[in-house]
């Protein structure tokens, strides 16, 4: 869930690029780049808190968008089930120039490419 650069290969015209290096811990940087050439934008991310998942306890990964475009964060959890886990992925996504009435339609289409995006990492 959080090999950052794995995510680019799921969302159409999107590349991460991880700034701070391996493995992922709070202060871990990383940009997705989305659109074709020079028009797109960048949509910078920090790890804001990390715990791991551990025999018994659940994993958490909270991130803080701070685009010029994208703001907002996310929060990736992974829970320990009887027979492997289940995973909350929640985004809160602000988009510069859009007014609030456009927040459903944004969100619909944030959960359909989150879902997506999810079940193209979790198939390995």
Do not use: N
Not at 100 to 109: E, G, N, Q, V
């Amino acid at each position: 869930m959080t090999d950052w650069e794995r995510h680019g290969g799921t969302v159409p015209l999107t590349s991460v690029t991880v700034r701070a290096g391996m493995p992922t811990r709070a202060g871990t940087l990383f940009v997705a780049r989305t659109g074709v050439g020079p028009l797109g934008f960048d949509d910078p991310m920090e790890v804001v808190r990390w715990t791991p998942p551990a025999a018994g306890r659940a994993g958490l990964c909270r991130l803080e968008k701070r685009g010029s475009v994208v703001r907002g964060r996310a929060s990736i959890e992974v829970c320990p089930t009887g027979s492997g886990s289940h995973v909350i992925w929640v985004e809160e996504l602000r988009v510069r120039l859009l007014p609030r009435w456009f927040d459903p339609l944004l969100a619909t289409a944030g959960r359909r490419v989150f879902a997506r995006e999810l079940g193209f990492l979790l198939e390995d």
